[in-house]
């Protein structure tokens, strides 16, 4: 007969405000095996905890059940108190009588009985609890950051710095991401490129960091601490090694296709690099466009190249490597607005997006800097700004803020005023939204010293006419319509997930929400944690996101990271699944409804009137359990139990409520 | 490729050419319209109220006699209507007990509703079509005018983009002409305020006209019996240039090489001032 002993905590009110307290310890120590029970205002204090301990170590008790809160705010805290005991912690067992009674109930004649209830299966439960030890893992001291844009570059320096290798894996030619395409950054104006480019040439120069561009993850599989990655280094054509950057391949290439880094405004060589800081500065061949791939002649670069570098021979490299943790830091992409037929995108060459016609400030962008229109080559004297294009719009569009666009919107205002100074500006807005330390000002400055005119509106038609674009829109402040001769528009599309974001998730075992960004573990407690331990994720792949908090939430996983290599073991779970393996029939169902890829068959033997048999049963891994249960249920046999939830222990307190009346 | 056929009542009056040159087309191509039998209202205007369920008993009549098949309409109006009507007989179950329940026939929803031009496109194919046509429109400036009643509401209608159709120029396209795009195609043509506001028609019908002409269009081709009488007789007479207009099955028969004996516009214009 087991010892146990029962404590009941008050929680101030909140428990003893509907529980009778008195009663239920006096009920308690009826229970089976029962051999103490006792009661306290806080059990999770010093001073309660010290009770527990007191008494185990004193009424020799081998099993607790503490009545409390839910076991999700302080089973660890009593646990380890029992362990400091020395008791083993799975012996300790948690009845839920706040969240699941107090809180739930007014009447203390209706509650206490039931919290009654709730003690009794816990004593039940407890009494067939056994000791686990949770296994201890290792963990590989190398990080793993999933896209180069400034919040995959700002996470791996962190983890550099702290002493850790990182492998940055950037789908794209060059590191940079969208930080690089843009000419001016909110609210200071400070350069992007100025201060970018310094911590690109960081990243590529820290004896820790390893830059792997032009590749791709294939296969994550593994687990926290110890993730086996597969990475497709796509063939360049080009030795990196060899190659100085010099630029003479992409200066001679004959063939064109339109430039990915100017939004294809303007066109790029079939051998190049996306922009001009790239890092590394090592170009690759658009097998697609190259004249010696499509037709098999030209050959132009290889011969013009002084070291030699060209290799039309390269193969795509696999490359396999284990790291202790990985940062999700995809990034995000720029809607298509097509679907707004009203606005006319796509249609017209002066009706741009945001990311367009931010390249064309850019001194080295598809008009060298000067603000033009890109119909007639002339400066445009009014332009309208749309914001909202495809965000805060439930009918054809995404629901949420994209977060980023009243303010880059105010910005090019500011700039087009700059560079354009007869150039008047007209945004029409459904909210300007800017929160931010220097946004609202900086917003109030482009209204009031720029000129820009703010219109509470919306725009339900442009189209061309003459040499102007007709912009047709309702002031809903005054209430009139409002019609304005345009020389240019630019459309403020939302920010979404990358396309691909899903597989890509589904690549390291991580969700999306509906919208296809990634899910944080806790919306306000753990939003740089995902639900697979040892993933992080940072940036504008969670949700639309400007550069100061993009950086600060790549530096928040990069600490995340930095604290899981920081351990020499990790305590994996205790509660996992187990196969008895002479019952299992080896039909796999638990397999296929496992989603951590824990379970795997095995081929055993076995003694069979006198002969041996081989045959096919489950075995789960336990260091991948996350000791979710969905085995135990689909097992056919019922030969699968989750070690602290066994079968027999949730029947145990089933009939502990059940057959008590 | 067989259709049922629902004509309406404006297709064998005012709009019989656009019905002569179409089943002069069909019979060209291939595509056989079943005209279904004793025919009756379309329902002329979809109710404002979900539960105005009166309304509906007429095309709810004319789906069901469609016997599951695919039923296809010209005018605008009527594919409109009988559109929508299936639409909310397939979507809510309460006006669809009712209404079948009182007219005492099964009908759920099912069956392809579909105007002419959806078969050119989908059916047929404009790839297709443009392989069969006879007489190319060679060097014809044509324009399409969409107006309303095809393209809204979008989500049940499934016709084309609202805001930026493009369904008929590709026919134009099919059929050889010069294409011209106006921006105006898509805006209200005054409906019915040509009997009432005679002003607010005159102004959007000429703004539309005016836009076409001024992209060069030289033929306006519609697929709405309405939005042809407003443009041909709202107009102010300002001595421009005239645009023609044209229903697409005229241009359409004219293409495949067709000689279609029609009431013509003339007559019909005729019976309207007679009125």
Known sequence: MPRTGVFICHCGTNIAGTVDIDKAVEASRNFPGVVHADEYRYLCSEMGQDIIKKAIEEQDLDRVVVGTCSPRMHEATFRKAAAEAGLNPYLLEVANIREHCSWVHKDMGEATPKAISLLRAAAAKAALNTALEAPRLDVEKRALVIGGGIAGIQAALDIAEAGYEVDIVEREPSIGGRMAQLEKTFPTLDCSACILTPKMVEAAQHPNVNLLTYSEVEEVKGFVGQFDVKIKKKARYVDSVKCTGCGICWEKCPSKAPSEFEMG??????????????????????????????????????????????????????IERRYGAIIMATGFDQLDPTIYGEYGYGQHPDILTGLEFERLFNASGPTGGKIVRLSDGKPPKKVVFIQCVGSRDKARGMNYCSKICCMYTAKQAVLLKEKVPDAKSYVFYIDVRTAGKGYEEFQRRAAEEYDVAYLRGQVGKIFPEEDHLVVRGVDSLSGRLIEINADMVVLAAASIARCDAPEVGRLVGINSDSYNFFNEAHPKLKPVETHTAGVFIAGACQSPKDIPDTVSQASAAAVKAIGLLSKDKLQGEACTAEVNQAECSGCLYCEAVCPYSAISPVEIEERYHGGTLKRTVAEVNPALCKGCGSCTVACRSGTINLKGFSNEQILAEVDAICLQR | MRYRYFPGCTLKGQAKNMEDTTMAAAEALGIELVELPEWQCCGAVYPLYEDELISLLSPVRTLAAAEGEPLVSLCAACHHVLKRAQELMSRNEDARTKVTDFLEVEYSGEGRVLHFLEVLRDDLGFDKLAEMVKKPLEGRKAAAYYGCLLLRPSKVMQFDDPENPSIMEDLLKALGADVVKSPYRTECCGAYLSVTEEGVAADTVDRILDSARSAGAEVLITACPLCRYNLENCARDDGKKPLKVYYFSELLAEAMGLTVETAGDDSSKEEVSQR
């Not at chain 1, 061949?285 to 060209?310: H, N, T, V, W």
Request: charged letters at 30%; a neutral charge.
């Open chain 1, 265 to 318: 405004l303007a066109k790029r060589k079939s051998i190049y690099v996306p922009f001009a800081q790239a890092v590394p500065n090592v170009p690759v061949i658009d097998r697609d466009s190259c004249l010696y791939f499509r037709k098999g002649r030209c050959q132009i670069c290889e011969k013009e190249c002084p070291p030699q570098a060209i290799d039309y021979e390269q193969q795509d490299e696999i």
